[in-house]
């Protein structure tokens, strides 16, 4: 990919994998990109799919739509003030969540145990397959292979938050190998196409960007949801008991953090004036609430725009100009939100017996897919799966078919599909 100067997006940055036929100059092509994306099936579908409590779970709490929402509307605003292109930003945000199955990362667990022997699952990966391969957009007319949205260049290298295969994943936190990834072997020649140019695992800003924007709504929108759902009572950080238990937790699922460091952060939270103590349900206490969560992430993205701004000075930065410069007393807030929701949401839910079946219920369709074969599947993944060259191909493709279910329509296959005397119900 050639040099450009500071700022600007190049033709090579709006460049698509395949060639299409000219378009109207009334949009730039970054907001087709987005346009794109707005009007996917694989976005409607996140409207039924779990963020961390169930889409049935009431009215109020958040489903991976709203909060893609959520992000992108964080992301554009981050962005846009550190002079990136916003529908970059924008499309990043809007597919980042994309590859998600059903039952969130619970259903991305079972699958990434059923696909370890074919290059393993991860959520990240399957939406750059989505982006390319699987959303029905946009077909080759060289070659007649779908390529998904045929997004840009640099709408494509935005999405993708681990810009590694698994094999060269980092390793995590406690020295075991890294489980987090963002292409598998069979995807690696749009990887590459997307990648070039690009520093080896290191991310555009646009992508730094949209991590961002994704850690700062989910760490504080599960606590608002968490709190309004009667789960959590923030005057917890009061008690030092509590605050253990939340350290305890942060280790267990983010790996050993400094503990003056996350003590120090929960101080700061808890003497913050717009500290919800107690939650009473009335519109005063919502209300309050919601003021909290604006401040949050106010206070969070301003950090990173001040630091990333201290950094590198004034001027639009796009691209590999600059890295995302998020200060280490805002790492440690947003580590504490995090540690609230996993201590008093996602811990406690690893032992109900509703999470276990959902586990059973994604690894029964795929077992009674691969037997069903391409008569069971839809109609463009029973093309993939006759085309399959081989058993490891197919059960990509049944592991395809299943991501692509939403909570509801896996339940709903459960049902039709899985013979009644081996079903695992989870309504």
């Known amino acids: 990919m050639p040099a450009h100067p500071r700022g600007n997006y190049t033709d090579a940055d709006r460049e698509r994998w395949a060639t299409e036929a000219p378009k109207s100059k009334q949009r730039t092509p970054f907001e087709r ?10 976005l409607r579908r996140l409207g ?4 961390v409590l ?3 779970s009431d009215d109020f709490v958040r489903t991976r739509l709203t909060h893609t929402l959520e992000v992108a509307q964080v992301g554009r605003e981050l962005g846009k003030a550190l002079g990136c292109d916003p529908d970059v930003v924008d499309t990043a945000c809007l597919a980042h969540d994309l590859g998600h199955p059903p039952f969130g990362h619970n259903g991305e667990r079972a699958l990434a145990e059923l696909a370890t022997g074919i290059g393993g699952f991860e959520g990240n990966a399957q939406t750059l397959r989505l982006l390319t391969r699987l959303e029905p957009k946009a077909v080759d007319v060289t ?10 260049r640099a709408s494509l290298d935005a999405s993708v938050k681990y810009p590694w295969p698994l094999d060269a994943a980092p390793p995590r936190h406690d020295g075991r190998p890294g489980t987090k990834f963002g292409v598998y072997t069979e995807d690696t020649e749009v990887f590459t196409w997307l990648r070039d140019g690009a520093p080896d695992h290191v991310r555009c800003l646009e992508a730094e960007v949209m991590d961002l924007a994704d850690d700062v709504s989910y760490s504080v929108h599960d606590v608002e949801d968490a709190v309004v759902g009667g789960r959590l009572d923030l005057a917890v950080l009061d008690d030092p008991g ?4 939340v350290l305890d937790e942060v280790a267990a699922w983010y790996g050993a953090h400094d503990q003056h460091d996350l003590n120090a952060a929960m101080d700061r939270l808890r003497s913050d004036p717009a500290w919800v103590r107690h939650h009473d349900g009335s519109r005063r206490g919502l209300a309050a609430l919601k003021d909290l969560t604006s401040q949050l992430i106010g206070r969070f993205c301003g950090a990173a725009i001040g630091a990333t701004r201290a950094r590198y000075g004034p001027g639009p930065l796009t691209r590999y100009d600059a890295r995302l410069v998020v200060p280490t007393t805002t790492q ?12 008093y949401v996602m811990a406690p839910r690893e032992s109900e017996p509703l999470y276990r ?11 009674v897919l691969r037997t069903r074969g391409p008569d069971a599947l839809e109609p463009p993944f029973a093309a993939d799966h006759r085309a399959a060259h081989d058993d490891d191909a197919r059960l990509r493709v049944v592991v395809d078919q299943v991501a692509s279910l939403t909570d509801v329509s896996a339940a709903e296959w459960h049902v039709r599909l899985v013979p009644s005397r081996s079903r695992t119900h989870v309504r």
């Open 33 to 42: 990109d987005r346009a794109r994306l707005v009007h996917s099936s694989a």
């Open 143 to 152: 070659t007649g292979r779908a390529v998904g949205l045929n997004l840009t």
């Open 332 to 343: 440690a807030e947003i580590l504490v939100l995090k540690g609230l929701a996993v201590t």
């Open 48 to 51: 039924a799919k779990t963020q």
């Open 242 to 245: 509590c605050r253990r238990q």
């Open 357 to 367: 079946r959902q586990r059973e219920v994604v690894a029964e369709l795929v077992d």
């Open 54 to 56: 169930g889409p049935s």
